[in-house]
């Protein structure tokens, strides 16, 4: 490992509209808008910044690899010049360097063709390892510049690309990928776009990501987080009190914080009330992970409403603190939507709702959670078969009057989406972004980058890492965790994005309980999460302390 992100020495931004439980991820716009305040109003030298950004990379080299060849791979502009600048240090360093650059060096100017004239020994060569020549040509091949290199730097694009790359810059990015060599990415790995992690043709895999300032949305959003490898992010010194605005925000431990407490003369109801809805034959254990998952969030008062011939099963499924109430069915044994009624009856005191876990996908049963969706007066999360029922419907949940909260998978916001998962996933912030907007609802967009959009396009991103979650029926623990945030009184974008950092704490500390992630099931999950919320108040404790 590299090391710590360089948080410490971070300047700190002047951040509209996040949450402080969100650390900003400006996209590439709101980066460039930085830079030139930095520059043209504060009067910060560019040269200066760009000798920064290559000391960082050059530490990150040296602690990824520190011995044998480096290949430097270049192209124009600034993140060019920031490879340039690697070199030389490299180079002044006592290191062999080979550095490779996918345009004539006629084509430098700027701090970039400042720091070509400053490189110590060779000139840079093309990707075929001849050299450049402004006007005379290539001179013979001096062999490939990528043979036995220990490490290689990838400085070709920057925080501003967009689309696929082409020309001699895909084809550098291709004999990146084909080398062995462990890379370490200027900023963003070339190829993958910094404001969103898209990625639409040839994309460097790096071990480490340098990225400047601030990280960008893309090394946290998958595809781009793929590629990404470690992100450090360094101080550059760009002053404090930068004009960045940013819409995206990296979640942190902080979120936990401050969450409802029980009190010594509170009640159950007061602890918040969840009625968990769906289940069908051969999908009762879904509601009931989802019930006992919101009775270890700490809501005081679960109802299982479940099909009447499966009220039983409920009932005598061990968990005794899970009340039930039996609705009308159909036949073989889907929910009936007169049952709706009863679910709001049973709503009369409050809480929240968490519908589809196990529903099946019969019409009865569909149109049963259409209704419920549309009619119950109480905050709501949709989830499994209740987002199914929405197939290409996802705007009538626009008129709910309560809070609503949706959590597919890539395949579920396809279908409510009317489009293949692929296309989910290759934009997958562009599609939470929409779906949220189009539902006037909170998207939770899973995966290990979940995201989680509002209708107003405030997006917060999961830093992931809890690979135990990688079985059945995490997803409904996720659905039984929010709705008991939100019967505790979070408001719901909150308590979505509690509720995934929660989840995905609880699994890595299921996964230390039993030792290894692979063998974590959905109920220890569920038996980790009051350790999990406890240990966040313990820091919680400690934060104040130190305030």
Not at 80 to 98: F, I, K, S, T
Request: charged share 20%; proline share 6%.
């Amino acid at each position: 490992m590299i090391g710590d992100v360089c948080g410490d020495h971070l300047a700190s931004p002047v951040v509209i509209a996040l949450p402080d439980w969100l650390t900003p991820l400006p996209d590439a716009e709101t980066m460039r808008a930085v830079d030139r305040w930095a520059i043209e109003e504060q009067g910060v030298d560019g040269l200066e910044l760009m000798e920064r950004a290559a000391a960082g990379v050059t530490r990150a080299v040296e602690r990824l690899c520190a011995d044998g060849p480096a290949t430097v791979v270049c192209g124009k502009g600034n993140n060019g010049g920031d490879g340039l600048a690697v070199a030389r240090l490299l180079r002044e360093a006592g290191r062999q360097v080979r550095v490779v650059s996918t345009v004539a060096l006629n084509q430098f100017e700027g701090d970039a063709l400042t720091n070509l004239k400053r490189l110590p020994g060779s000139a840079p060569v093309r990707l075929d390892g001849s050299s450049w020549q402004d006007e005379a040509g290539a001179q013979p091949g001096v062999g490939d510049p990528f043979a036995g290199a220990a490490v290689i730097v990838d400085a070709l694009l920057g925080t501003g690309f967009e689309g696929e790359p082409r020309g001699p810059v895909a084809e550098a990015i291709e004999a990146i990928d084909r080398s062995p060599a462990p890379v370490v990415s200027v900023d963003v790995p070339s190829g993958v776009d910094a404001s969103t992690g898209m990625v639409r043709g040839a994309a460097v895999s790096a071990a480490v990501t340098v990225t400047f300032h601030a990280p960008k949305p893309g090394l946290w959003i998958r595809p781009g987080k793929a590629h990404a490898g470690e992100v450090v992010s360094i101080d550059i010194g760009i002053p404090r009190g930068a004009p960045m605005v940013a819409s995206i925000g990296l979640m942190d431990p902080s979120i936990l914080w401050k969450l409802p407490r029980r009190e010594a003369s509170g009640t159950k109801f007061v602890s918040g009330h969840v009625l968990v809805v769906g289940g069908s034959r051969g999908l009762t254990g879904a509601p009931t992970m989802a019930a006992r998952a919101s009775m270890r969030t700490g809501a005081g008062y679960v109802t299982g409403c479940v099909g009447a011939s499966l009220q039983a099963i409920l009932a005598n499924g061990g968990t005794p603190e899970l009340m039930t109430i039996a609705l009308p069915e159909e036949e073989e044994g889907a929910l009936a939507v007169e049952g709706v009624s009863v679910v709001i009856d049973a709503a009369g005191r409050g809480g929240a709702l968490a519908l589809g876990p196990g529903l099946g996908r019969s019409d009865g049963a569909f149109a049963f959670a259409r209704r419920l969706a549309r009619e119950a007066d109480m905050p709501m999360v949709l989830d499994a078969d209740g987002l199914n029922a929405h197939t290409g419907r996802l705007r009538q949940l626009k008129g709910r009057q309560a809070p609503t909260v949706l959590t597919p998978h890539a395949g579920e916001l396809a279908r409510l989406l009317e489009l293949e998962s692929a296309e989910i996933e290759r934009a997958r912030l562009e599609h939470v972004r929409r779906a949220a907007e189009m539902a006037e609802a909170v998207v939770v967009l899973k995966g290990d980058d979940t995201l989680i959009a509002n209708p107003e396009g405030l997006v917060a991103v999961s830093p992931g890492g809890s690979p135990a979650l990688a079985t059945a029926g995490t997803g409904d623990v996720l659905t039984g965790v929010i709705a008991a945030l939100l019967a505790q009184g979070l408001e719901s974008f909150r308590a979505a994005a509690a509720g995934v950092w929660l989840h995905a704490e609880a699994g890595r500390e299921a996964a230390r309980r039993l030792g290894v992630a692979e063998g974590v099931i959905a109920s220890d999950v569920i038996e980790a999460i009051p350790s999990a919320r406890g240990r966040a108040s313990a820091a919680e404790i400690e934060a104040d302390g130190d305030g």
